[in-house]
């Protein structure tokens, strides 16, 4: 693992840039991507108004410049954006503007689903629980197929949350995989619940034959918050990347 394509600063819900950076050189990697959470437009859920990177990019522009100064590693001036299916071109007049180093797209809410807690909304049965399960992956499929992004995020993010974990099914994976073959846009290992909750990187590892049947390549992200998360994730990761069927390609590949 040489770049970390996942993190976020204080423009978003992390820690100060410069201590991310150098959480990054600590962990001896190469480079790092600073992807702070962008909501393009105002969404059920009050998100927009707590993410507000279309106003400040370039504030955190101008402080990438200056770390770039201050340090050998290679700093991305990236943004982790939520999809809505709706708001496709919104979304890319924004990104047609901020001209980010790339994108990771990912998908937090949909329709009435919140994806990023466990709300009482997802209701309590199984067929109920299913089907904001299956709405997730009805989003995660629009978001490959509208080639808006360089990478999708956490690509299974309902089993971060206790009320859907395990509500996946292999023909989810399956779908998002042969979507993912057809695209540009390449997905992540992420290590956000790696030592909390969840255990593991995500997608779940077991899965990962299903995309390396369609070809499909992963970056490696810790979707840090905080230096000590980066600092202990990136380890991780490298041990999962030694264990993984997927191709692993850096995000220069990506963008090549």
Do not use: K
């Amino acid at each position: 693992m040489r770049t970390d394509v996942h993190t976020h600063t204080t423009f978003s819900d992390g820690a100060a840039l410069s201590s991310m950076v150098g959480a990054a050189a600590d962990a001896g990697l190469d480079g790092v991507g600073l992807t702070d959470h962008c909501i393009v437009t105002d969404d059920a859920f009050g998100r927009r108004a707590q993410y507000d990177l279309v106003e400040t990019y370039e504030r955190r522009r101008e402080l990438i410049e200056s770390a770039r100064e201050r340090t050998d590693l290679a700093l991305y001036d990236a943004a982790e954006v939520s999809f809505v299916a709706s708001e496709r071109d919104a979304t890319r007049a924004f990104l047609d503007t901020a001209e980010f180093d790339y994108t990771i797209g990912s998908v937090h809410f949909a329709g009435e689903y919140d994806y990023t807690s466990d709300a009482p909304h997802v209701g309590t049965d199984d067929e109920a629980r299913r089907a904001a399960v299956e709405r997730y992956y009805d989003a995660v499929v629009a978001l490959v197929e509208s080639e808006l992004f360089d990478v999708l995020g956490h690509l299974d993010l309902p089993e971060r949350l206790s009320t859907l974990r395990g509500y996946s099914r292999p023909s989810d994976y399956e779908r998002v995989a042969a979507a993912l073959a057809d695209a540009r846009t390449v997905p992540e290992i992420n290590a956000g619940r790696i030592n909390r909750s969840l255990g593991q990187p995500h997608p779940d590892p077991s899965v990962l034959s299903r995309f390396a049947d369609h070809g499909v390549s992963f970056v490696l992200g810790t979707d840090s918050h905080r230096p000590d998360e980066l600092t202990e994730r990136v380890p991780e990761l490298r041990d999962v990347a030694d264990r993984t069927p997927v191709e692993l390609v850096g995000i220069g590949d990506v963008l090549a």
